[in-house]
Structures are given as structure tokens and as C-alpha cells.
């Protein structure tokens, strides 16, 4: 038996609502299907504004731009992220400084960002892993405290809550991703949350989105002809793919509910392994409502996690690890990092294991999944 990392799941709506987008005939960016999903998820998640964009990544560039990023400026965000976060910053002039994660969430450290800040400071970059909260709180009260702008990677996070609050719309911006990997999808897609009541900020993001025009005024029938006003670049989906997302979204709880079932039963069987001391299973805070985006664990070395990743996927489980930190990656170490300067994402990120976990699983898959992890555990 195969057993993928993810698949996609797919209601029967993403057809019908495609094919009424292609019978709508406005197929580019800001047409019905967008409008549709921005309301979807401004109302569902409490959200100021929200604009789509064409990737996660995307709606981390754009904070940056709408942050004012500009050379000499440091970001703290965790090295335990993908590269979408560093390049957003990067891609201005500004600095991205990495900091530790606590071992048990694999969240940036509060602490470890109190250490960090500079006066060249500007931004953290708190990143939800797993979709599972940062400690919010205690982010918010160190850059309020410093006068810093708050930015939530929250690209795995969607429909994920902290303090009964959905994760995004905590800060002054979240970001959100619906790539192919993700919870909620549409291949490649991203939305931007604006949390500052703002009108300003709201046109300044409308513009940046819209290749530097205000188009988006236009649309609305605030001016008669758009024109170019400020930089920018081209950050808005296709109408076919928020066809897609506003299926999957309209699909949000069974979606949770059928990953949250998968987690439970990952979580009874491993717990025996974890009270031997063989492995540590992920861990929720009281305080955060999870998406159950990803299931991990991590053991004492690299080599039993190693040899636990080789023999599974022998058996046709998709296990897999992540993330390469980006302080000790290529790029890391131009920017003048050594692997030893984050011990413990280091450590972390070498033991880790993720288990395949898709809304889809049917029984027989996590069944073989869970016996091919008992056989390989019990031959160690
Ligand atoms: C933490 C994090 N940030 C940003 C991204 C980028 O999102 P996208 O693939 O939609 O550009 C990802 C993607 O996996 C991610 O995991």
C-alpha cells in the first residue's frame, strides 16, 4: 500500500463552482469567486480585511512592502520556517534574524526574541508551526513594548484558533497560504489579513496587490480610470482558483474534523512510545485550538530518526521531515550563521518525523500507516 504525505480533499463543489466561473467568463483576478471567499473568510475569522493573493508567499511580501522594510532593518522571525518568511525580507534590503524555538511546539521563543531585538528592529515574524499558536500573548506585550510591527506566518494556520481568536488576525497582518499542501487549498493561493482598522493601509495593500494601480477603486466605481500610483506587482488569483478555495472552505469543519480524528488515533497509539522514552509527540497548549495540519514527533537522535523515515517509507509511508533550518541552509550561512549558533532547531529539526495526515485517510490507511510504525519502533 502507498501512503501519500498529504492529498488534497475535494467536496463536489470545486467542479460545479469552476464551471459556473467559466460560464461567469471573468476568470482573472477581483471577479465573483474572490469576492465570494474574502467575505468567506472575513466573516467567518473576524477579519478587518482580507485580500487573496496568489500564494502565501506573496502576502508575506506584501507586509513587507506595506511595513516599509527598507535596508539596515532587522526581522525576527524562527530559522525553523520555510524560506518564504526570510526571502519576504530579504527581497527589500532588511536583515532576517533567527531565533531559537521551544522544543516542545517548535514555536519561536519569546525569550530567545527579547534577546534579539536591536535598534535596528522593526518586525517579528512569529510563525505558526503545524498549525498549532505561538505564544501571542507574550509576542504582542515584547513589540508593543518595543514598538514593533507585529507579522503572523500563519500559512499553516488557517481555521486554527489562540484564546478563541483565529490565528492571522492576532497582529497587525497575517498571512495565510492554501498551496497545495495546506488544510484548505487551491494549488497555489494565499490571502493577506489586514488587522489595523486602517483605510490608508487598506488602499496602500489594494495598490501593492494591483501592480501599483487602483484598480481596485476603479472596480468599485470610486474613479472612472485606474492608473499607476505607487510600486507594486501582480499579487491577485485567478477567479478559478477562489472557485476552488470557496468550496474547500465552505468545507472547513469536516475538513478539521476528519484530520482531527487522524491525530487522535496517531496520538492513542504513540502515546505507549513516548511514556518508554522512545519518542515526543508534538505538543498543544490549553490555550490553542489546533487545525491538525501536521502530525510530528521527534526522537533522541538523528540516526533513530533516520533509520524510523528509511524503513517506513520502504513500507510505502510517505513519512517525511522539515524544515532544513534556514541559519544553517546555504543561504543561512552567507548571511553569516554557523549551525551551532540555534542548538536547539538544530536538534529539532535532525529528530523529526512528520506522519502522513490527510483529511481522506481512510481506515485501512491508518491502520497499515500505524502498523508499519509498531513493526519498525519494535525492531529498534
Ligand atoms: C511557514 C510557511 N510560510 C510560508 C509558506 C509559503 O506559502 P506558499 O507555498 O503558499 O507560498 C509556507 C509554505 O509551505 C510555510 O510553511
Redesign the pocket.
Known sequence: MIIPSYKPYLSKKEREYVHDALERGQISGDGYYTEKVSDFIEKSFGVWRVLMTT??????EMTSILTRLEPEDEVIMPSF??S??ANAVILRGAKPVFAEVNPDSLNIDPDDIERKITKKTKVIIP???AGVACEMDRIMAIARSHNLMVIE?A??GVNSKYRGQYLGTIADFG?????G??NYTCG???ALLINQESAQTIDKAEIIRQKGTNRCQFLRGDVNKYNWIDTGSSYSPSDLLMAVLLAQLEDMRVIKEKRKAVYNIYRNVLEQYEKRGILKMMWIPEECDPNYHIFWVVFNTEEIRDYVLTELNRRGVSASFH?LPLHSSPMGKNLGYKPNDLSVTEKSARCLLRLPLYAGMTESEIEYTMQGFKAVIGAL
Request: hydrophobic share 20%.
Open positions: 500564494s502565501g508567499t506573496h502576502a508575506l520556517t520555510f518564504s518568511t510563525v505558526h508551526y506566518d500559512a499553516q498571512c495565510y497560504s492554501f498551496h499542501t495546506k497555489e493561493g494565499g524544515y
